[in-house]
Structures are given as C-alpha cells and as structure tokens.
C-alpha cells in the first residue's frame, strides 16, 4: 500500500499538487488560496454523475513537514462573502469539501495559520465502505470496478486510458483476513505491507471477506507489493 496511485493520477490528467505556501498571506495570521488550487481534480471528480461515483470520495488531507497537519481552521469564502467552516480532523483530512458550484465560483480558502508556515495537500481516492469485520465480497468488487470507472470518466476520454488501475481495497488495522467463495473454499487474504487486502480480480466468485479486526480504515490498493 502506498501514495504511488495519487500521484500517477495527477500526473496522467496533468495535473500536479498545489502548496498552499506560495499563496501571499492576507494577514499575519492567515493565508488565503483559491479553492481550486487546493483542490486539485475535485471539479472533475464532481462532474461525474453522483450515482456512477456513490462508491468512492476524494480524501484530501493538509500535511507540513511530511506529516499530517490537523485541528486547523479553514473557511471557504465565496465571492459574494458567504462564508463556510471547512473541518479539518485530527488526521488532517477535510471532512467537509467545496460543490462544483464553489469552486466554479472561484472560492478561496482562508487558513488560519501563521502567514510563514509552509503547508502542502495530498489527495487519495478512498473506497466508501463501512468498517465491518464481515463484507460481501461481490459488494467490494462493484466497489473496485465502478471506481475505477468513474477516475476513468473524470480523467476525460484523451487521459482516461492513462488512469492507473485500482486492483483492490486494503483493510487497514485488520491484522488478517479470509476470503469465503461460493463453493465453500476458504483461503487467506492477500497481506501487502502489513495489510490484508482483497483483489476481486484473483477472487472470482467470491462470497464474503472476513477479518480478523474490524479495520481503522479501508483504502484502495494500488498493487504495489
């Protein structure tokens, strides 16, 4: 598991990171950046339909120093002053992020921050799945094949082939796990740096996973060993 997939993402839909340190502050104690250069390839994302993207979000998490940077505040300011609080989690992921409508409108983020700190985002897709200890197995491949549709869509048809596949969903904080098929066979779950992660790919016909943990978190696998 790795951040490898994000950043062949941007890359293959040209674009990049933007660090919200080359904003010029608006006081001492903030810093002002347009929305969409925080945001980099949500406007796309949320363009695709709602119900070919149900099974997947965009984490995007503030991070200074190579670590996650949390309990920041940051406000959206549209151009007509409507203000929004934009939470930020301990983690230093967004719980909340701008619509299309704001970020077509040209929103800024306010952070408050000291105008010198120097910060930076990182964006990974994430796989909507409840923490469980049990799944249905066909559930996870639907997961892993109408994501990877829908970055396809929101990469456009000239980048869409350049998109990297997801090939599994990682169960992090899970120790281990089974995959349960149909006919009765149960074998282990992949283990891919410490996780135990599922392919639907090598799983055909796959019932249920089963885990020995209810995991932290579930994320999508890049297939990097």
Known sequence: MSQTTTLKLL????????????????SAREKTVPAEKVFVYLDRFLKVPAQERSRMRLRYVLRSEGK??????????????????????????????PTLTQLNGKAKLVFDVPAERKFGISMTPAPVL?????????????????????MRK???????????????????????????????????????????VFYPEAHKGAARV????????????DGKK
Do not use: C, W
Request: hydrophobic residues 45%.
């Open 11 to 26: 890359a293959a839909t040209g674009l990049s990171l933007m660090l919200a340190a080359a904003a010029a502050p608006a």
């Open 68 to 97: 996650s940077m949390g309990d920041v505040k940051v406000s959206l300011v549209e151009a007509n002053g409507a203000t929004t609080a934009l939470p930020v989690r301990d983690d230093g992921e967004f719980e909340r992020l």
């Open 130 to 150: 409840r923490l469980a200890q049990d799944y249905d197995a066909r559930e996870l491949a639907l997961t892993v094949s109408e994501s990877n549709a829908a």
């Open 154 to 196: 929101a990469a456009g048809p000239a980048l869409g082939l350049m998109v990297p596949k997801l090939p599994g969903i990682g169960f992090i904080g899970a120790q281990g796990g089974q995959v349960v098929h149909g006919d009765g066979r149960i074998v282990p779950l992949e283990i891919v740096q410490g996780v135990p």
């Open 210 to 221: 089963k885990l020995s943990r209810t995991p932290t978190r579930v994320a999508f696998d």
